[in-house]
């Protein structure tokens, strides 16, 4: 039997865009994969602006405003860790020092 191959270049991202409720990542070989935003909790906060200043590192996205990228590998092979209570808590707080100092 023979091994599969990995090509990788084919699941490089060459676009990005969002629904109100999916970040949609479109890859080299013509794919296109959704994910839901609640997946990302730091991106679906985001504000549009934030969510508009990515940089396309490959197999990467990554986000300067929010410190805060996807990879894509996980991303393709549907691998979703649910962030733990102690990181939800300090998002909580994180995001309302953000919001406060912005009204």
Excluded: C
């Amino acid at each position: 039997m023979q091994e599969p191959v990995i090509h990788e270049t084919r699941n490089e991202a060459r676009g990005l865009r969002f629904t109100e409720t999916h970040v949609m990542v479109d890859l080299a070989d013509g794919r296109i994969i959704g994910v839901p935003l609640h997946f990302f909790p730091l991106l679906e906060a985001a504000t549009d602006a934030e969510k508009e200043n990515y940089r396309l590192y490959g197999l990467s996205i990554y986000w300067d405003d929010i410190d805060d990228g996807i990879d894509l590998t996980a991303m393709i092979s549907g691998l979703y860790i649910p962030p733990t209570r102690e990181y939800l808590e300090e998002l909580r707080l994180s995001l309302g020092a953000r919001l406060a100092a912005t009204t």
